[in-house]
């Protein structure tokens, strides 16, 4: 399975972006997709998930009210819309999937399969 992250860039503060992640393999179907973040000399943090069935979303309090989630369930498609970006979003931006039922989505343990990455740098 592969996860293929896109969409990351330079933007001012109180700009936006648009991530997108494209999961595939031959027979991979996802229950779940995510993304997560990591700041220079940071932990990953959670950032935002959806579950496909019943279409639940899950968004960290940091990024409520200004990042939504959303996605195709049929092409494995995950996107990020990101605005009212601040220099404290600046991190390299990861998507995951998991092909399971999980009790929670803010963990990375939760996800099996991970993206490379993509940049965001938000300047002040």
């Known amino acids: 399975v592969q996860l293929q992250a896109s969409g990351g860039g330079l933007v001012q503060a109180g700009g936006s972006l648009r991530l997108s992640c494209a999961a595939s393999?031959?027979?991979?179907?996802?229950?779940?997709m995510g993304w997560f973040r990591q700041a220079p000399g940071k932990e990953h943090e959670f950032v935002a998930a959806?579950?496909?069935?019943?279409?639940?979303?899950y968004l960290a309090d940091s990024v409520k009210g200004r990042f939504t989630i959303a996605g195709d369930n049929a092409k494995n498609t995950v996107y990020l819309q990101m605005s009212s970006l601040k220099p404290e979003d600046t991190a390299l931006y990861y998507c995951?999937?998991?092909?399971?039922?999980?009790?929670?989505?803010?963990?990375?343990?939760?996800?099996?399969?991970w993206g490379q990455g993509t940049l965001v740098t938000v300047s002040s």
């Open positions: 995951a999937a998991t092909a399971y039922y999980r009790g929670s989505y803010v963990y990375t343990a939760s996800f099996e399969y």
């Open positions: 393999g031959r027979t991979f179907s996802s229950y779940a």
């Open positions: 959806t579950r496909w069935s019943g279409g639940r979303t």
